[in-house]
């Protein structure tokens, strides 16, 4: 079935700073999704990218779809404590079913 | 407002006991409700999803199972827990028919098995 791999696993930053997460697939990935998990909570719907090379921008957040659709990213601009959580890309490879990344798991170090 | 409920937050049951977890939505119908599970630090798990009444898809073979008995109301059972079914479980329901939309995922449990 459908993989979708996320890398890194794990970052630490200091406030201020930039970060990155990756999410790539050897197949072509339908419609990207991306969550929030803060700690201790339950994953929260940040944005949908369908088109390919898309970019979409939330305040601090930009989301970009890759140009053949095989991998999409998620960068923080000025990273703020706030920011502290496991983000997570998911595949809507149909209505029914959202394939989940791994996730990366963010430490914001005041 | 669309709203979803899931009950309890924390588990702590005993291996070989039973297993009924709820979750219920206010203010959408039809929707497709779906429960993952997430073990310390990782991904999400698909474990079941619904479409309907009594419509149910399972993703991983184990010893749980699921069952949607209203069009708002999903419950994910087990006849006898194992120590590998400790986890966060969770709850979502996405709109049917419109792919545009994220799943809402409900609070969780989190369970403990003993």
């Known amino acids: 079935g459908q993989q979708v791999m996320q890398i890194p696993q794990y970052q630490h930053v200091q406030e201020g700073e930039d970060f990155t997460t990756y999410c790539n697939s050897s197949?072509?990935?339908?419609?990207i999704q991306w969550y929030k998990q803060r700690p201790g909570g339950h994953p929260v719907f940040l944005i949908q990218l369908v088109k390919s090379g898309e970019v979409k921008k939330q305040k601090r957040l930009t989301f970009q779809f890759g140009e053949a659709k095989k991998n999409s990213s998620l960068h923080i601009t000025a990273t703020q404590t706030t920011d502290v959580g496991t983000y997570f890309c998911?595949?809507?490879?149909?209505?029914?079913?959202?394939?989940f990344g791994s996730g990366t798991q963010l430490t914001v170090l005041p | 407002s669309q709203t979803i409920h899931q009950w309890p937050a924390t588990l702590v049951q005993p291996v070989g006991s039973p297993l009924s977890l709820e979750c219920t939505v206010e203010?959408?119908?039809?929707?497709?409700l779906y429960w993952y599970r997430q073990a310390a630090g990782r991904g999400l798990q698909l474990l079941f999803y619904s479409v309907g009444i009594g419509q149910i898809s399972s993703e991983v073979p184990q010893n749980l199972s699921a069952s949607r008995p209203q069009d708002r109301q999903f419950i994910l059972s087990s006849k006898k827990l194992l120590l590998s079914d400790s986890g966060f479980y969770l709850c979502a329901w996405s709109v049917r028919v419109r792919v545009m939309e994220g799943y809402t995922f409900g609070s969780g449990t989190r369970l403990t098995v003993v």
């Open positions: 998911a595949d809507r490879g149909s209505a029914r079913q959202l394939t």
């Open positions: 197949t072509t990935l339908s419609n």
């Open positions: 203010g959408t119908s039809n929707p497709n």
